[in-house]
């Protein structure tokens, strides 16, 4: 399915600048807390096909059956981040990701949350709370609104 391997923070700050160069910490600073957490990780940084299907990491723990995969995004600033609704007048990474799980990451205040991808966005869809003026297709949320209570975990 997917191959094993690490897409550096060099590369990403190549590819992407400034923006990689954040992603590429929050992967690190990620990889290093799932793996002191999950029996297995999945590294799938390198990866062109799980990259495209916006896969960063597959989690797994010998009582479960299956791997969870997930996307790390470095955008979470205290309590806040943003999901990318639309882009270019198209579905945003939201909406196109195939993981199961989205992290959002703050490298400088050690913490992270993280959401089941298909709960959130049955949520999103109910509550319309990305309708209305966006920053570039961007939509932010707060990760401790009482809406969210249910599906938004914090960790570390």
Not at 22 to 51: H, N
Not at 131 to 149: E, S
Request: aromatic share 14%.
């Amino acid at each position: 399915q997917y191959i094993k391997n690490k897409m550096s923070t060099k590369q990403l700050q190549e590819k992407f600048g400034a923006a990689g160069l954040k992603g590429g910490k929050a992967e690190e600073w990620l990889f290093s807390k799932l793996d002191a957490v999950y029996d297995q990780v999945i590294d799938l940084r390198e990866d062109w096909k799980a990259q495209t299907d916006g896969i960063d990491f597959g989690i797994k723990k010998d009582t479960w059956h299956n791997a969870y995969y997930l996307d790390c995004k470095g955008n979470l600033k205290g309590s806040e981040f943003y999901i990318e609704y639309e882009q270019s007048y198209k579905p945003g990474w939201f909406w196109k990701s195939k993981s199961d799980r989205i992290y959002h990451v703050d490298v400088a205040n050690n913490k992270a949350c993280w959401y089941s991808l298909p709960e959130m966005r049955q949520a999103i869809s109910q509550t319309n709370c990305c309708i209305g003026p966006m920053n570039g297709g961007l939509c932010k949320l707060d990760a401790n609104d009482k809406q969210f209570k249910n599906i938004i975990q914090w960790m570390w």
